[in-house]
């Protein structure tokens, strides 16, 4: 099979991570009998840098003719001072939209081999975790209508958080698919006492799990949901949730994993198209030094193999290759810990591809 990959790299160590990734994919492609043809495109500070905008049409319609994107990251203080509509991250804002990418896939899971960075205590974690937020990406108040008016007060800012029933309908069913794949359980995040907004996300998610009756349901609100993933992540098997509060909980179901630099992410449109990337940042302190941990790229297109692509098999190589360099001790900087062997971006790769290719 041919694969066409628009291919971001982005800013600080997304170029590092994206080249390690590629070589990766290549490995696959050569073992399976694949093809992936890539094609490179400008976004963030980087597009700002040569292009003067953080999202230039070219970038767009480069990535809606591809078959999927791979991003590396984008974004840093170079640019904090730029006004809200040319800061880099609006490249982010811009292809969700544009692509339609309206489901944020992110797993959050804990590799037996760094048990010992969790920040939970061990009975907390038991055997590991493995949770995966499912995300509302293109609504919700991130989109919703925005604006100022004078107040008694003085001047002040809005922001609508709006959802229309189309909306929760389609999130909740890319869930409940992923639970009847997994451990066929869902909590539902909202803010149901308050909010009419999440007192309609809660009727259209029963309504959609009308259809699975195989899988659990349970409902949340945000504010003990982001207790319960501390107090007892392992409740958890499926959470979704809006955009917000999505943004919110996703990162701290990140963080109770240990490392940042081990996390992947899909962005999915209608029709399996994605956008996938690591979830941490664009670290452009260590970037061109060989130290970023390419790791969550490489996860990030194990994604994109399993969930665009239907390559499954293909997928678990990568995983198991990385779980497997992980079990013999190597590691880079963000998970580096006593007795274990510190190596850069390439040797990171190298080890992978080593994996893959036995």
């Known amino acids: 099979m041919q694969y066409k990959i628009a291919v971001v790299p982005g800013d600080g160590i997304g170029p590092d991570v994206v080249e390690e990734t590629i070589k990766v994919l290549d490995k696959v492609g050569e073992k399976f009998g694949h093809v992936f043809e890539y094609t490179k495109y400008l976004a963030g500070g980087a597009a700002l840098n040569q292009m003067g905008e953080p999202l230039p049409q070219e970038t767009l319609e480069g990535c809606k003719n591809s078959d999927a994107v791979l991003l590396g990251a984008v974004g840093g203080p170079k640019w904090d001072d730029l006004p809200g509509e040319k800061r880099p991250e609006q490249a982010l804002l811009g292809l969700r939209k544009g692509l ?8 959050a899971i804990l590799f037996e081999a760094l048990k010992e960075a969790c920040p939970l205590k061990s009975e907390i974690i038991g055997d590991g975790l493995d949770i995966c937020v499912v995300r509302e990406l293109t609504g919700g108040i991130y989109f919703g ?9 003085g001047k002040a800012a809005y922001d609508v958080k709006i959802y229309s029933e189309g909306e929760v309908k389609r999130i909740a069913k890319i869930a409940f698919d992923m639970a009847m794949k997994r451990g066929k359980k869902i909590t539902s995040v909202d803010k149901a006492n308050i909010l009419e907004s999440s007192r309609l996300w809660r009727r259209v998610v029963q309504e959609v799990a009308i259809d699975y009756p195989e899988v659990e349901l349970s409902h949340m609100y945000v504010d003990n949901a982001a207790m319960q993933l501390i107090r007892d992540p392992n409740q958890f098997d499926v959470i979704v949730t809006g955009n917000m509060f999505g943004d919110i909980l996703s990162d701290e179901a990140s963080m109770i994993t240990g490392s940042i630099g081990m996390l992947p992410s899909a962005s999915l449109a209608e029709g399996n198209f994605g956008l996938y990337e690591p979830v941490h940042g664009s670290a452009p302190d260590i970037a061109g030094q060989n130290k970023a941990n390419p790791m969550a790229t490489i996860l990030s297109a194990a994604m994109m193999l399993k969930y665009t692509f239907n390559l499954s098999e293909e997928s678990d190589v990568i995983e198991m290759a990385v779980k497997s360099v992980l079990n013999q001790g190597y590691r880079t900087g963000d998970i580096m810990s006593p007795n274990m062997k510190l190596v850069g971006t390439k040797e990171m790769g190298q080890l992978i591809l080593k994996e893959i290719k036995n």
């Open 100 to 107: 339609g990418l309206f489901a944020n896939l992110r797993p």
């Open 145 to 153: 209508e925005k604006g100022f008016k004078e107040t008694e007060y």
